[in-house]
Nanobody, 113 residues
Framework: QVQLVESGGGLVQPGGSLRLSCAASGIIFSRYIMDWYRQTPGKQRELVAT???????GYADSVKGRFTISRNGAKNTVYLQMNSLKPEDTAVYYC???????WGKGTLVTVSS
């Protein structure tokens, strides 16, 4: 049974940083494309960052240069390092195994002074 568990969200001031984690069981991350999404009330989920099996990465324009996606194969965990956070980054963040219906339950990030 595949499980994805996000953690690391919280309240942070504008300009601050957070690191989100997505720990997986029942699946080997390194074999798949992994995505981080985010969603705010009333809006569709937005693809934020992607990491592919060879370690290549991609980012939404809105987070490029501020967010970094990475992967630890030994821990079967994907990370999202978020720096220079802005109020508009406030959302629930989800990880996903691309091409499947495997999603985590999300972790809330609130950027506010």
């Amino acid at each position: 049974q595949v499980q994805l568990v996000e953690s690391g969200g919280g309240l942070v001031q504008p300009g601050g940083s957070l690191r989100l984690s997505c720990a997986a069981s029942g699946i080997i991350f390194s074999r798949y494309i992994m995505d981080w999404y985010r969603q705010t009330p009333g809006k569709q989920r937005e693809l934020v960052a992607t990491i592919i099996s060879d370690g290549g990465t991609g980012y939404a324009d809105s987070v490029k240069g501020r967010f970094t996606i990475s992967r630890n194969g030994a821990k079967n965990t994907v990370y999202l390092q978020m720096n220079s956070l802005k109020p508009e980054d406030t959302a629930v963040y989800y990880c996903r195994v691309r091409g499947t219906n495997y999603w985590g339950k999300g972790t809330l990030v609130t950027v506010s002074s």
